[in-house]
């Protein structure tokens, strides 16, 4: 079975800075697809960013990127001149694309920009 | 584009009742739709998956009889919540794949708060 695991339950960074939230997980699986999803206090989940496994390029969304390192199973995500918007909460998920495509989530990282 | 709607937002029944919650696709055809519950600050835990037209399938420990769900058409799924009890108020949320792209995107509903008295 798959596990995905966020060791960061929370962390803080000051605005304008860069912030590098972690992910690992666990898998036999060849092909999979890996996602960061944003939720803020609204409570509404937000993509934030996709990367496909079998792309060796790391996906990048404006101000956020990816660093994925598909032998360690590392998928982390960095934050560049981090806004106070960016404070949400953040998780990281997996997804085999066959069967149910249901979500493995990690646990989550806190995340507060200060001013 | 890729909107997904729940209703209600907030509801607050009385222990022993039962309680509907509305998941919708608006503008696109949901093959699947997922069904989540949240606890305050923790993750989100996958409760059961539907596929239009047919029987949901839940996750270990979930009680299929206490959450019923029923996916009728391509675009609306619904939770209900049968004999609710304190101990069901939670978070609950639903997700939706987009079946015309076959993406592998889920497009999450802004959530459920339910509340038992």
């Known amino acids: 079975a798959q596990t995905v695991t966020q060791s960061q339950p929370e962390m803080s960074v000051q605005e304008a800075e860069t912030v590098t939230l972690s992910c690992t997980y666990d898998?036999?699986?060849?092909?999979?697809?890996l996602f960061w999803y944003k939720q803020p206090p609204s409570r509404q989940m937000i993509l934030v960013i996709r990367q496909e496994a079998y792309k060796q390029q790391n996906a990048t969304e404006n101000r956020f990127s990816v660093n994925f390192q598909k032998a360690a199973k590392s998928f982390s995500l960095k934050i560049s001149d981090s806004q106070l918007g960016d404070t949400a909460m953040y998780f990281c998920?997996?997804?085999?694309?066959?069967?149910?495509?249901?979500?493995?989530f990690g646990t989550g990282t806190r995340l507060k920009v200060l001013a | 584009g890729a909107v997904v709607s729940q209703h209600p937002s907030w509801v607050i029944c009385k222990s022993g009742t039962s309680v509907k919650i509305e998941c919708r696709s608006l503008?696109?055809?949901?093959?699947?739709m997922f069904w989540y519950r949240q606890f305050p600050k923790q993750s989100l835990m996958l409760m059961a998956t539907?596929?239009?037209?047919?029987?949901?399938?839940?996750e270990q420990g979930v009680e299929k009889d206490k959450f019923l769900i029923n996916h009728a058409s391509l675009t609306l799924s619904t939770l209900t919540v049968t004999s609710a009890h304190p101990e069901d108020s939670s978070f609950y949320i639903c997700s939706a794949r987009d079946w015309a792209t076959a993406g592998y995107e889920q497009y999450f509903g802004p959530g459920t708060r339910l509340t038992v008295t």
């Open positions: 503008d696109f055809q949901a093959t699947t």
């Open positions: 898998t036999s699986e060849n092909n999979y697809y």
């Open positions: 539907s596929n239009e037209g047919s029987k949901a399938t839940y």
């Open positions: 998920a997996f997804m085999k694309p066959s069967g149910t495509y249901k979500y493995i």
